[in-house]
């Protein structure tokens, strides 16, 4: 596999403080790669020098082999939604989409496609500053993904979201991933999402990568998938036929790595209300 993201010894300091000191890893073509850690890691501060955002104090960053400029704030076959949503607030859904069709040939017909997939239609006509945080989060989305990106950054995606959106989010990037084999860099807090998302993760700790974990080799862990009612757990049981998925109630409990969950999830599109790791990755953590 090629490279799609090579980061050697970077470093970056505001006000005096050292906020990534001498970060080095790559990610291959087609990954999906988690990124871990406290508040103040250095998470979000590293996505920003990878999309151009920041620019780095020393270290070298290329994305498909490119080098990244100093200062270069636009990367041609990345899309990325860092920290906040930030689309135009005074202007609809449909004004927005119509505004960053301009830079990507196609892209019109691509967003219409994920807003009828994110149930997004009502808000073509509102204004966006009055979505609320849920839907503030699809419509970035859909100007991300309306790119068609190669890769794709995206810093908590589901942060502050209510379990059924995030639920929806991540089948989304699921779909995205197989649909494409987009590379994809994903930080987050949520142990379960990154879990199931993605095939290796880095934990950052005081702007340094001190440890990584790969997935793809874990052992297997239990899954609780809670459905609205005992009849539609049954009904999902019923249509996988899986013996690694056993029902209690309204949830179906799911044994095997997160790889193969989401999998499953990705075939059969269950409508689900929660999704909990019984066992996720919180060894990471207990190492300090």
Same mark, same amino acid.
């Given at each position: 596999?090629?490279? #799609?993201?090579? !980061?050697?010894? $970077?470093?970056?300091?505001? &006000?005096? /403080? =050292?906020?990534?000191?001498?970060? %080095?890893?790559?990610?291959?073509?087609?990954?999906?790669?988690?990124?871990?850690?406290?508040?103040?890691?250095?998470?979000?501060?590293?996505?920003?020098?990878?999309?151009?955002?920041?620019?780095?104090?020393?270290?070298?960053?290329?994305?498909?082999?490119?080098?990244?400029?100093?200062?270069?704030?636009?990367?041609?076959?990345?899309?990325?939604?860092?920290?906040?949503?930030?689309?135009?607030?005074?202007?609809?859904?449909?004004?927005?989409?119509?505004?960053?069709?301009?830079?990507?040939?196609?892209?019109?017909?691509?967003? #219409?496609?994920? !807003?009828?997939? $994110?149930?997004?239609?009502? &808000?073509? /006509? =509102?204004?966006?500053?009055?979505? %609320?945080?849920?839907?503030?989060?699809?419509?970035?989305?859909?100007?991300?993904?309306?790119?068609?990106?190669?890769?794709?950054?995206?810093?908590?995606?589901?942060?502050?979201?209510?379990?059924?959106?995030?639920?929806?989010?991540?089948?989304?990037?699921?779909?995205?991933?197989?649909?494409?084999?987009?590379?994809?860099?994903?930080?987050?807090?949520?142990?379960?999402?990154?879990?199931?998302?993605?095939?290796?993760?880095?934990?950052?700790?005081?702007?340094?990568?001190?440890?990584?974990?790969?997935?793809?080799?874990?052992?297997?862990?239990?899954?609780?998938?809670?459905?609205?009612?005992?009849?539609?757990?049954?009904?999902?049981?019923?249509?996988?036929?899986?013996?690694?998925?056993?029902?209690?109630?309204?949830?179906?409990?799911?044994?095997?790595?997160?790889?193969?969950?989401?999998?499953?999830?990705?075939?059969?599109?269950?409508?689900?209300?929660?999704?909990?790791?019984?066992?996720?990755?919180?060894?990471?953590?207990?190492?300090?």
């Amino acid at each position: 596999m090629k490279e #799609a993201i090579c !980061v050697e010894g $970077l470093t970056k300091a505001i &006000g005096g /403080r =050292r906020i990534l000191d001498g970060v %080095s890893f790559a990610v291959q073509e087609g990954e999906i790669v988690g990124l871990v850690g406290e508040n103040g890691a250095g998470k979000s501060s590293l996505l920003k020098c990878l999309t151009g955002l920041w620019r780095p104090d020393a270290g070298r960053v290329a994305v498909f082999g490119r080098e990244i400029a100093a200062g270069c704030g636009y990367l041609e076959e990345t899309g990325a939604l860092i920290e906040y949503p930030a689309l135009f607030g005074e202007y609809t859904l449909a004004e927005n989409i119509e505004l960053f069709s301009a830079f990507c040939p196609g892209g019109k017909e691509r967003a #219409a496609r994920l !807003v009828s997939r $994110l149930g997004l239609e009502e &808000g073509m /006509r =509102r204004k966006v500053g009055t979505f %609320s945080s849920g839907m503030k989060q699809k419509a970035c989305l859909v100007a991300v993904l309306m790119r068609s990106p190669r890769l794709l950054i995206l810093d908590e995606p589901t942060a502050m979201l209510d379990p059924k959106i995030s639920l929806e989010l991540r089948s989304l990037i699921r779909e995205y991933h197989q649909s494409y084999h987009t590379t994809i860099l994903i930080s987050g807090h949520d142990l379960s999402e990154i879990e199931t998302l993605c095939g290796r993760v880095l934990k950052m700790k005081a702007g340094k990568i001190v440890s990584e974990f790969d997935l793809s080799h874990s052992p297997e862990r239990v899954y609780r998938l809670k459905f609205a009612d005992r009849a539609q757990a049954a009904a999902a049981l019923a249509r996988t036929g899986n013996a690694n998925l056993r029902q209690e109630g309204e949830s179906l409990y799911f044994r095997g790595t997160g790889r193969e969950l989401s999998d499953l999830l990705t075939e059969y599109r269950f409508e689900l209300s929660d999704l909990t790791v019984c066992n996720p990755l919180e060894a990471l953590f207990e190492e300090g």
